[in-house]
């Protein structure tokens, strides 16, 4: 029988909350999930407590919490992109999971897009982290969301019988397109929107330029293995796989074995369809094992 203990701590003086689930045996091995984003612990349709129970039944411990502001912890997130402020509520979030987990030593951070983003970020500079799990990366460029926007979005629509028999009876609002594909190609351009100062800085954009880099730099930094899981249906993912496509240092990482990458075309963005997150909970207990 696993099981499924609260468990508040700390953080300049606020408190935190979690969930730890806990195998029936004692193990060595535990999953942080890093909840990115304006999400809480529970995640979207549930994900993470299904993948916390899934999990612990296979007999990995797993904490996933609450970070600032968000579900039942105390605090304000942070501005203007969380990922960027997730580093001291993943070491908190560390020492409570190994308070409350005798015996687990071997620690793997676990996050989807933002959360992603922030375990990479965060991985290197804490020697108890010995893996990753990314599930769909995050990243903060604008002009590249747009690239992969173009690339993969208005390709899979101009291929799509639907689109074509929706164009023929008039069922497109073609004006409303025309903008979207400009403002598209603009952003693609590294443009801004017309009308908006082009010397006002972006705050949204800058942050992400910042977790971008330190995404990069992080790469290059951390030593243990990594598993990269890319979902078919997704532009987040799109975005990360143009970026894997030309990154020398991903393809290093692939070729010696320190990163493996699994892809499932069929998964959405949050791995909602029941099929696709019993695939990916297989697919991580199998990396989890593989040693």
Not at 70 to 93: F, K, Q, T, V, Y
Not at 164 to 190: F, I, M, P, V, Y
Request: glycine letters at 10%; one cysteine or more.
């Amino acid at each position: 029988m696993t099981a499924e203990i609260a468990v508040s701590f700390a953080l300049h003086g606020e408190t935190r909350i979690g969930i730890l689930h806990l195998p029936a045996a004692q193990t060595r091995c535990g999953v942080l999930i890093v909840v990115g984003g304006w999400q809480y612990r529970v995640g979207s349709h549930r994900q993470f407590v299904q993948l916390g129970r899934a999990l612990a039944s296979a007999g990995v411990a797993v904490f996933r919490f609450d970070s600032r502001g968000m579900g039942d912890s105390d605090g304000e997130p942070g501005e203007p992109e969380p990922a960027e402020h997730l580093g001291p509520e993943i070491c908190a979030a560390l020492d409570a999971f190994a308070e409350h987990s005798a015996g687990v030593r071997d620690f793997i951070l676990c996050g989807l897009c933002d959360g992603a983003s922030a375990a990479l970020i965060y991985a290197p500079g804490d020697p108890r982290v010995k893996r990753l799990m990314l599930l769909n990366p995050w990243l903060g460029s604008p002009q590249g969301a747009a690239q992969a926007m173009l690339r993969h979005h208005y390709r899979r629509r101009l291929r799509s019988p639907d689109f074509w028999r929706k164009l023929a009876r008039g069922g497109l609002d073609l004006a409303g397109s025309a903008r979207s594909l400009s403002a598209t190609l603009r952003a693609a351009r590294g443009r801004k929107r017309e009308g908006v100062d082009q010397a006002l800085p972006d705050p949204v954009a800058e942050a992400g330029a910042r977790i971008d880099r330190a995404m990069a730099q992080s790469l290059d930094r951390f030593a243990g293995r990594i598993l990269l899981v890319l979902s078919g249906q997704d532009r987040t993912a799109a975005q990360y796989a143009d970026l894997v496509a030309s990154s020398p240092r991903w393809q290093a990482l692939f070729h010696n074995g320190r990163a493996t990458r699994l892809d499932l075309p069929e998964a959405d963005h949050t791995f909602s369809r029941r099929e696709q997150h019993d695939s990916l909970v297989r697919s991580m207990l199998d990396w989890l094992c593989s040693g």
